[in-house]
C-alpha cells in the first residue's frame, strides 16, 4: 500500500509533450546559453526545421542518429529533432577517450554522426554518414512557428524506440529507451516538483549521460527555462551560477552537492539529488527552506523510479515510486 504509485499514463511521444508546450507558452524562454535566449516557438522551428533535413536523409523509425556535441543550444535542437524524424538519439559526450567513442558507434552502428567541425576531427567515425552543425547554418529556420505542420514523428508512443544510452559501468552496455518510459518519466516529474513558467533550471548533466534526458523532461515539458552552461561546472562556479542565474531546480549528483560552498540561495527552492549516499551534514543544511529529495533509479529504469522528499536532519532511504 505504500508504494501503490500506480498512474495511468497517456501513449504520447515526447516531442508531442514538447508541441503541447510550445503551444501553451510560445514566447516564453525554453533556453539560456551565455548570450543566447530562444524561445519555445523559436526551439520548435529549429527542432522541425532539422527534423525534416534527417528525414530526407532517411532517418526515421529504429534509426538511431548519433550526437557527438558539446553543451549547447544545438545539442538540445538536434535531441528533439532527432526524436521528431522519428528516430532514436545515442548521447555521447564528445570528452569521452576515443577508444570509449568508437566502442560505442561500432556496438551501435548508429545511422548517422552529428557533431560539430571543432569535434569532428577527434570522433573516430570511420565510413559513417557525417551531419556537421555548422553545415546547417544555411537552414531558414522559421520565424513563426507552425504547431499544425511538425516535421513527420512517425515513432510509436508505445514501444517505439527514444533513445539509447550506455551505462557507466566499466564494461559499458547498451540500454533501449521507449517513448513509453520517457512519457512515464515526464508525468512523475510533473507530479512531483511541479516545475512551471518562471522557473530555473540548470542544465547540469553532462552531454553523454541520461541526466540530460531528465533535464528536458524537467524543464521542457513543463514550460520552464532550461540554463545549459558551455562547460560542467562544480564547487564555487556552479554556487555562482546558480545566484546569478536565479536558478530554482537544480539535479545533481550528492557528491556535486557536498562540494558546493554553503551559501544563501534564495531562489533554489528545489534539489534533486542522486547516484550517492549523501553526507548527513550536507542534508541537514540543503533541505532547510526549500525541497530536497533523493531520487534513485538507473539508465535500465528510465532513469529514476524512487524519491524520497528528505525533512532536515532526516536519513536518506531511497525512497517510494515518484
Known amino acids: 500500500e505504500w508504494n501503490d504509485t500506480t498512474h495511468p499514463v497517456e501513449p504520447v511521444t515526447l516531442p508531442e509533450l514538447f508541441e503541447r508546450q510550445v503551444a501553451a507558452s510560445p514566447e516564453a524562454v525554453a533556453l539560456i546559453c551565455g548570450e543566447q535566449r530562444v524561445t519555445y516557438r523559436q526551439l520548435a522551428g529549429r527542432v522541425n526545421q532539422l527534423a525534416r533535413s534527417l528525414a530526407e536523409a532517411g532517418v526515421g523509425p529504429e534509426s538511431v542518429v548519433a550526437l557527438a556535441l558539446p553543451r549547447s543550444v544545438d545539442l538540445v535542437t538536434a535531441v528533439l529533432a532527432v526524436m521528431t524524424a522519428g528516430g532514436a538519439y545515442l548521447p555521447i559526450d564528445p570528452d569521452y577517450p576515443a577508444q570509449r567513442i568508437a566502442f560505442m558507434l561500432n556496438d551501435t552502428a548508429p545511422a548517422m554522426l552529428i557533431t560539430c567541425g571543432a569535434r569532428a576531427g577527434e570522433i573516430p567515425f570511420g565510413a559513417m554518414p557525417l551531419m556537421l552543425m555548422e553545415d546547417l547554418d544555411s ?176 536519513d536518506l532511504p531511497v525512497g517510494r515510486l515518484p
Open 139 to 314: 537552414i531558414s529556420y522559421p520565424t513563426v512557428h507552425n504547431p499544425a505542420a511538425p516535421a513527420p514523428a512517425a515513432a510509436r508512443p508505445g514501444s517505439g524506440l527514444a533513445c539509447v544510452m550506455y551505462t557507466s559501468s566499466p564494461a559499458p552496455r547498451a540500454v533501449e529507451i521507449s517513448h513509453a518510459g520517457l512519457a512515464e518519466l515526464a508525468a512523475a516529474y510533473r507530479r512531483s516538483y511541479k516545475t512551471g513558467d518562471g522557473d530555473r533550471l540548470l542544465q547540469f548533466a553532462s552531454p553523454g549521460s541520461g541526466g540530460l534526458i531528465s533535464e528536458l523532461c524537467l524543464g521542457l515539458l513543463t514550460g520552464a527555462c532550461l540554463v545549459v552552461p558551455e562547460r560542467g561546472l562544480v564547487g564555487d562556479e556552479l554556487v555562482n551560477v546558480l545566484g546569478q542565474q536565479r536558478i530554482t531546480h537544480l539535479h545533481v549528483p550528492a557528491r556535486v552537492l557536498a562540494g558546493v560552498p554553503k551559501v544563501e540561495l534564495p531562489s533554489l527552492v528545489t534539489l534533486i539529488l542522486s547516484d550517492d549516499t549523501c553526507p548527513a551534514d550536507t542534508a541537514v543544511y540543503w533541505s532547510h527552506g526549500r525541497t530536497l529529495v533523493n531520487s534513485y533509479g538507473s539508465v535500465e529504469l528510465t532513469m529514476a523510479c524512487t524519491d524520497f522528499r528528505v525533512e532536515p536532519g532526516e
